[in-house]
C-alpha cells in the first residue's frame, strides 16, 4: 500500500471504525456502559472509566471527526449549541468579548448575548465582509475571539476565512469557524488558518433529521493543544457529552456525507439557477450563482457550494408565507442538513430570536434545505407552489 494520505471518504468510512477485536464485527459496537471495571485499582483497560469521562463509542465518532477537518482533537457534545458553549467558556473570561458576524445563526447570538454577556463575556455583531471595522474592533485588548459563519444562516453570505485568520492572529484573538454549512467535505477552516472548528453535527454530519449534536475540532500545531485541552476539560468537567447512541447515528451520518453533499451540492445549483430570473422571485441567494456577491471566493475556500439555498420573494411578506406553506416535498419544519428537503420562513422560526435586533432577517427570505430527492420533483413543487401566488 502507498502511504499517501487517504482521500475524505475513505477517512469518513474507515478512521476510529476498526474491526471489532472481539468478534470481529466490522461495524463497531456501540457502548452503552456508563463504568468500566479497571484490572485492579487504578489499572485503567485503555484509559476509560466513567461515561462521561470517555466512552468508546464517542471517541470513535471524534477520531472520525478530527481527520475530516484535517485537525487532531475533536470533543463530540450533545448538542451544536453545548459546543459552542464549551468554546467559550473554555477559551475566554470575564471582561473579554467576541468579535462576530452580523448574521450569525440565531441560536449563536442568542447564546452569547443571554446567557455568555450575564457572565461578562460580550459581543460586538458586524458585518465580516468590512474587513476596516473587523480589524479595528480586534485592536482592542478586550476583543480576544472572532467568531465567523461562512456561508452564514440564512443570508448565504461568504467570509474570507484566511484573511480573517491573518488579521486575529496579528491581534492575538483566536478565530473560530462554524463549518455547519459547508460540512468539512466542503471546506476545511483549519488549514486556512481557524483555530477551532465548530459543528451542529444535527445537520449535514449526522444528515438524516434524527440526531441532535455537536461537535468543536482542534488542529495539530502547539498552541492548539492548549487550546484543546482546555475544550476537553470542559467537556468533562460540564457533561453536556453525547451519548453513546447519538454518537453511533453521527458517525453512521458521516460514513456518507461525500455522496450526500455532493448531490445537494447539485441539485442546490439545479434549484439556484432555474428560479434566478424567475417572475416571482426578486433575488436568489446562492453562493454557486456568479452574480453571488461571494462567488469568487466560495470558489476558492470551498470544493462547492452546499445545498442551502436562500430566495427573496417579489411579493413580500404574503408570498413568502404562503409559498412556505404550499410545497409537498420541501417540508415546513426548522433545522437542515437532512436527505430530506425543507423549507423554512425565518423570520418566524429559526431566525425568531433575533426579531428587532441587528441580526434581524428580510421578512420576504425563504431558506431551503435543498435534500437529495429526484431535482426535477423538486423543481416542479417549487413552481406550483411559486404558480398558486
Ligand atoms: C443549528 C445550528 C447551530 C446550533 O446547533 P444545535 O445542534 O441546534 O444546537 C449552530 N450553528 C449553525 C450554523 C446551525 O445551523
Same mark, same amino acid.
Given at each position: 500500500m502507498s502511504d499517501h494520505d487517504p482521500g475524505f471518504s475513505t477517512h469518513a468510512i474507515h478512521t476510529g471504525q476498526e @474491526?471489532?477485536? @472481539?468478534?470481529?464485527? @466490522?461495524v463497531p459496537p456501540i457502548h452503552f456502559s456508563t463504568t468500566y471495571a479497571p484490572?485492579?485499582?487504578? %489499572?485503567l483497560r485503555n484509559g476509560y472509566d466513567y461515561g462521561r469521562a470517555g466512552n468508546p463509542t464517542r471517541t470513535a465518532l471524534q477520531t472520525q471527526l478530527a481527520a475530516l477537518e484535517g485537525g487532531r482533537h475533536a470533543f463530540s457534545f450533545g448538542s451544536g449549541l453545548a459546543a459552542e458553549d464549551a468554546i467559550i467558556r473554555g477559551l475566554m473570561r470575564p471582561g473579554q468579548r467576541i468579535v462576530m458576524?452580523?448574521?450569525?445563526y440565531g441560536g449563536t447570538f442568542r447564546l452569547f448575548d443571554k446567557i455568555h454577556s450575564a457572565w461578562g463575556v460580550s459581543n460586538t455583531p458586524l458585518d465580516l465582509s468590512d474587513h476596516e471595522r473587523v480589524a479595528s474592533e480586534l485592536?482592542? %485588548?478586550?476583543?480576544t475571539l472572532l467568531w465567523v459563519e461562512?456561508?452564514?444562516?440564512?443570508?448565504?453570505a461568504v467570509t474570507d476565512i484566511a484573511a480573517l485568520a491573518e488579521m486575529a492572529h496579528a491581534n492575538s484573538a483566536l478565530l473560530v469557524v462554524d463549518n455547519t454549512f459547508a460540512t468539512p467535505y466542503l471546506q476545511q477552516p483549519l488549514r486556512l488558518g481557524a483555530d477551532v472548528v465548530v459543528h451542529s453535527t444535527t445537520k449535514y454530519i449526522g444528515g438524516h433529521s434524527d440526531v441532535v449534536g455537536g461537535a468543536a475540532v482542534l488542529g495539530s500545531d502547539a498552541g492548539a493543544a492548549d487550546l484543546a485541552e482546555k475544550i476537553a476539560f470542559q467537556q468533562f468537567a460540564v457533561g453536556a457529552v453525547s451519548g453513546p447512541l447519538d454518537a453511533y447515528l453521527t458517525t453512521r451520518g458521516l460514513k456518507t456525507l461525500g455522496v450526500r453533499m455532493d448531490r445537494h451540492c447539485s441539485n442546490a445549483q439545479t434549484i439556484a439557477e432555474h428560479f434566478d430570473?424567475?417572475?416571482?422571485?426578486e433575488r436568489v441567494l446562492y453562493?454557486?450563482?456568479?452574480?453571488?456577491?461571494?462567488h469568487e471566493l466560495a470558489a476558492t475556500q470551498m470544493r462547492s457550494f452546499g445545498g442551502m439555498v436562500s430566495l427573496q420573494l417579489a411579493g413580500g411578506e404574503p408570498a413568502a408565507r404562503k409559498v412556505a406553506e404550499a410545497t409537498k416535498y420541501f417540508?415546513?419544519?426548522?433545522?437542515l442538513g437532512g436527505v430530506e428537503s425543507l423549507m423554512n420562513y425565518?423570520?418566524?422560526?429559526?431566525h425568531a430570536s433575533v426579531?428587532?435586533?441587528?441580526?434581524a432577517v428580510p421578512v420576504n427570505l425563504l431558506r431551503l434545505s435543498v435534500g437529495i430527492e429526484d431535482v426535477a420533483d423538486l423543481v416542479d413543487d417549487l413552481e406550483q407552489s411559486l404558480a398558486g401566488l
Open positions: @474491526v471489532d477485536q @472481539v468478534f470481529g464485527a @466490522v484490572d485492579g485499582i487504578g %489499572n458576524g452580523n448574521d450569525a485592536e482592542h %485588548n478586550d476583543a461562512t456561508p452564514s444562516n440564512p443570508l448565504m430570473g424567475h417572475p416571482a422571485i453562493p454557486g450563482l456568479a452574480s453571488h456577491p461571494g417540508i415546513l419544519a426548522e433545522s425565518p423570520h418566524e422560526m429559526t426579531r428587532g435586533t441587528e441580526l
